[in-house]
């Protein structure tokens, strides 16, 4: 950790889901696991978000939400998939309005397994998106911002989301 030159700051989003690992993620703001150990700070603001923590499944409503917050974060950033959900759609893979996982609206650097995810697993995880996030700010500094991104371009939408892709 000692690479960071500033807190990371982490933003949350919840797709779709039945909010068990919503409850995972704030548990993980408790002093039982106390995610602030590591200078994480929770934001509400996507301008000053280093990290995307996102639960939950992708459906056609929230899409342009998932891209619009992705788009309004500062290069580098960093997206961690949160569950079962935000990896593939979990249990809720076969509804008529679930797309699948979060990669199929951002790209994803780390995926936290887990239906909830435990809240060690999911500090594990942004500890993970962290040395991902130092690797994207060595490509910035080196001038290679074609090279970052490429990496995080974003996924063509899948044809049954109806989503107009200006409103994305």
């Known amino acids: 950790m000692s690479f960071m030159k500033k807190s990371p700051w982490v933003i949350h989003y919840d797709g779709s889901s039945c ?4 409850i995972e993620v704030l548990a993980c703001l408790t002093p039982l696991y106390d995610i602030e150990r590591f200078g994480i700070v929770n934001t509400g603001n996507p301008k000053h978000a280093d990290i995307f923590l996102v639960t939950g499944a992708v459906n056609a409503q929230n899409v342009p939400v ?6 309004q974060m500062p290069e580098p950033k960093v997206v961690v998939a949160v569950g079962a959900c935000a990896a593939s759609g979990g249990v809720f ?12 609206a951002i790209p994803v650097d780390v995926y936290v397994p887990g239906c909830a995810a435990r809240p060690q697993a999911i500090i594990d995880g942004v500890v993970q998106g962290l040395a991902v996030l130092e690797a994207k700010r060595k490509l910035l500094a080196e ?5 970052l991104e490429q990496k995080d371009q974003l996924p063509p939408l899948p044809p ?4 107009k892709e200006d409103q994305a």
Do not use: A
């Open 160 to 163: 049954q989301t109806h989503v």
């Open 66 to 71: 998932v891209r619009q917050i992705y788009s």
């Open 143 to 147: 001038g290679k911002l074609e090279e």
């Open 93 to 104: 893979h076969d509804c008529y309005n679930i797309i699948g996982g979060v990669d199929k």
């Open 19 to 22: 909010n068990g690992c919503d």
